[in-house]
């Protein structure tokens, strides 16, 4: 009886850990996405400006009225890239791009391997156990780190969402079972599709 408890708890918490792990992970390609675009879009600015400048010149001439008119349009450009080129050093937008995917990746492994425990018969106590608590470990090791880059509520409630909707599970917060990723009033699933968040997020 005591074995089967303990099977059942390494179930329900694999359970658990499995759909944790399915929304963060989600949480992590939505902002791999997001970091990408911003990296993609300052690579664009640097090397666009300076080509268009560049080309007008041999194109028209030194003296064309076209240069001086894309000059004066290159100017802000160009300190508009230079304060995106500040903003990228500062929070480190290709160090969170790199996280971002490693961390969506570890995720979805978790998600997996805590799925099949779940679910598969048990042939080998002590073998389930073992490989339960390695899981966990890595698991809040991964959780640890990840909390080093600071998850916002809004994309919290994004995640759950995103896990009810795959598990089809009420939530407890509006007691429905989502069937789209789009925002509601819920403070458990939605709330997350408002002025600011849609510019933070893609």
Not at 34 to 61: D, E, H, Q
Not at 106 to 120: P, R, T
């Amino acid at each position: 009886m005591a074995e089967n408890n303990l099977t059942d708890k390494m179930r329900l918490e694999s359970w658990d850990n499995s759909f944790y792990s399915f929304g963060t992970a989600y949480i992590f390609n939505k902002r791999a996405q997001r970091f990408s675009a911003y990296v993609n879009l300052l690579k664009v600015f640097g090397i666009v400006v300076p080509v268009t400048v560049g080309a007008t010149a041999i194109g028209y001439g030194m003296d064309s009225s076209l240069l001086k008119l894309v000059i004066n349009l290159a100017i802000p450009l160009s300190i508009l890239q230079l304060m995106i080129s500040v903003l990228a050093v500062i929070y480190k937008w290709d160090d969170e791009l790199a996280y971002s995917y490693e961390s969506s990746n570890a995720h979805s492994y978790y998600f997996q391997e805590f799925k099949l425990i779940g679910n598969l018969p048990i042939t080998d106590e002590n073998e389930l156990k073992r490989k339960f608590d390695v899981l966990v470990a890595k698991l809040q090791s991964r959780a640890e780190q990840d909390d080093k880059h600071y998850i916002k509520e809004w994309e919290n409630r994004m995640g759950m969402k995103y896990s009810l909707r795959q598990h089809q599970k009420k939530c407890v917060g509006c007691d429905e079972i989502p069937v789209s990723m789009n925002s509601t009033n819920c403070y458990i699933c939605g709330k997350y599709d408002n002025f600011t968040t849609k510019i933070f997020r893609l």
